[in-house]
């Protein structure tokens, strides 16, 4: 499949300040891309100037017509907000709708079906802010799925997880990719359980981006210590 | 205690009642937006910015030979400092509740100096700006009217769009939502119903009817439209019986008012509290 992002020379940074760059780099319509690298890196950076919500400082980001649903580090969300699993999956319809555009029932449906997907069927009107962290990240990837987007983008969506809920959202990621066979990125710090799933991995290092096949970067020493020593990645784990 | 009963006093209050009903109605639904965006202060902002407005109304005639509306004036002023709000970020360098009291203090500190250039017409700034609590002339009736029907239209049209900028701004902004245009066009709103409202009720009760209801119905509810709801009617029945207490105990009714709102908050601090 066709790259649906295209970035070519760019620099990402914030303000005059660049962290990476220059480089070129293509997400394929169906990847499941994982980007790694240390704090401070630009991990987050490159992700948002990919899906357009920063600009590059230099060089140029094409994603004409794409779409991305985003899944953010829940710990940002202030739970006082009085709102269900269901309103929050609901949410991921709300910028495509028109003023005084109600969910209507083929909304409400999909929304439904986006929560059975995540196996949250029966939390549906459970508040939000009383489900577990593995519930509310599997609702924020619902309201993220809900609106068909091209591109998944979740940002270190397993922070904060135990090892169980850990293994149980990426196997979800792995479930969805396998099903939806559209783009999906990662970032995470904890790569073990990611890159069994990972057909692409990215690495930011030394302000340089180093993309490839996950098992040939391992093996190039790419990854340096983001990893344990003697990981390997078995395929189909 | 007043000679003639209430009821045959309806005379009297009647207009201002409704002013007061409406004027709730405002800080009810926006004070919904206050308390979750936890920007408690905006109300007190908007007043000192709107009073600023005022006063440089009332100062153009002597310095420009431009006559403005001082109303208008305040009024648009207020509205706009609440806009302004929308610049600082959720989690950027200069929060919310930094920015409001920034405003606050150069809004007051302003509106000072400048009413130093002024001579008789500063004593009406007050007036002006706060009304009075027991007369509702047709024009602010009309002026509540038209801004409670411009805020219902507009949290019908976009309520959701603002609920999603504020709550995940982040998201939202990557799904493609213009979200600083949101925020800015929800706290302008907010600013022009406190700024109107203040009119009517004054600043204190606008502030309590601002915070208390809202913050009763998120203690008693987990669903936002229920939130709303109470909100609302607990505003109503705020200034409904603290109007008619004020009546027959002869106590300030701006005062009384506050003290009904904060009852308000019973209902979910008891439940709080059996839980």
């Known amino acids: 499949m066709s790259a649906v992002v295209r970035m070519r020379g760019v620099v990402i940074g914030h303000g005059r300040e660049g962290i990476a ?71 991921g319809l709300v910028p495509a709708a028109g003023p005084f555009r109600f969910a209507g029932k083929a909304g409400r449906r999909a929304a439904q079906e986006h929560l059975a997907l995540v196996g949250l069927e029966d939390e549906a009107d459970r508040p939000f802010r009383d489900l577990s962290g593995g519930q509310q990240q599997r609702a924020l990837i619902a309201r993220a799925l809900v609106a068909e987007p091209d591109v998944l983008v979740l940002d270190e969506p397993t922070n904060h997880l135990d090892v169980p809920g850990e293994r149980a959202a990426y196997a979800l990621l792995g479930a969805i990719h396998e099903r939806r066979r559209r783009a999906i990125v990662v970032i995470c710090h904890h790569l073990a ?27 190039s020493g790419a990854l340096g210590d983001l990893i344990d020593d003697g990981f390997a990645v078995r395929e189909g784990a | ?202 600043a204190l009760p606008v502030f309590a009817l601002t915070l208390a209801p809202a913050a009763g119905g998120l203690l008693l509810f987990d669903r936002l439209p229920r939130v709303f709801a109470f909100a609302v009617a607990t505003a109503v029945a705020a200034a409904l019986v603290g109007y008619y207490l004020s009546f027959v105990w002869e106590k300030p009714t701006g005062a009384m008012i506050v003290l009904c709102s904060a009852a308000s908050l019973l209902p979910g601090t008891l439940r709080r509290i059996l839980r």
């Open chain 2, 1 to 202: 205690m007043n000679e003639i009963s209430f009821w045959e006093a309806s005379f009297l209050w009647r207009d201002p009642l409704a002013a007061a009903c409406l004027g709730s109605i405002l800080c009810a639904l926006s004070g919904v937006f206050v308390v979750l965006k936890r920007s408690a202060f905006v109300g007190a902002a908007v007043s000192q910015a709107a009073g600023l407005g005022v006063v440089g109304a009332l100062l153009l005639p002597h310095v420009a030979g431009v006559v403005v509306p001082p109303l208008g004036a305040g009024v648009l002023v207020g509205a706009s400092s609440a806009g302004l709000f929308a610049m600082s970020r959720k989690g950027g360098r200069v929060g919310v509740e930094a920015a409001i009291g920034i405003a606050y203090a150069l809004a007051g500190a302003g509106s000072l100096l400048l009413g130093t250039f002024l001579t008789h017409e500063y004593e009406s700034v007050h007036a002006l700006l706060f009304g009075d609590a027991v007369a509702a002339p047709p024009e602010e009736l009309a002026a509540l009217t038209v801004t409670v029907m411009g805020l219902a239209i507009l949290l019908l049209a976009y309520g959701r769009k603002f609920v999603f900028a504020s709550f995940d701004p982040e998201t939202a902004r990557a799904m493609g939502m213009p979200v600083r245009r949101y925020n800015a066009a929800l706290y302008f709103a907010v600013g022009l119903s406190i700024a109107v409202a203040t009119r009517s009720l004054g």
């Open chain 1, 193 to 219: 359980p990611a890159l069994p799933r990972a057909t692409r991995l990215a690495v930011l290092r030394d302000r340089a981006l180093v993309t490839g096949a996950p098992a040939a970067l391992i093996a």
């Open chain 1, 21 to 91: 760059g220059p480089f070129d780099f293509d997400l394929g319509g169906e990847d499941f891309l994982v980007v790694a690298g240390v704090n401070g890196a630009g991990k987050s950076t490159f992700v948002k100037t990919l899906i357009g919500t920063l600009p590059p400082l230099r060089g140029v980001v094409e994603s004409r017509g794409v779409s991305f649903g985003y899944v953010p580090q829940r710990e940002r969300l202030d739970e006082i907000w009085p709102l269900s699993a269901f309103d929050v999956v609901l949410m």
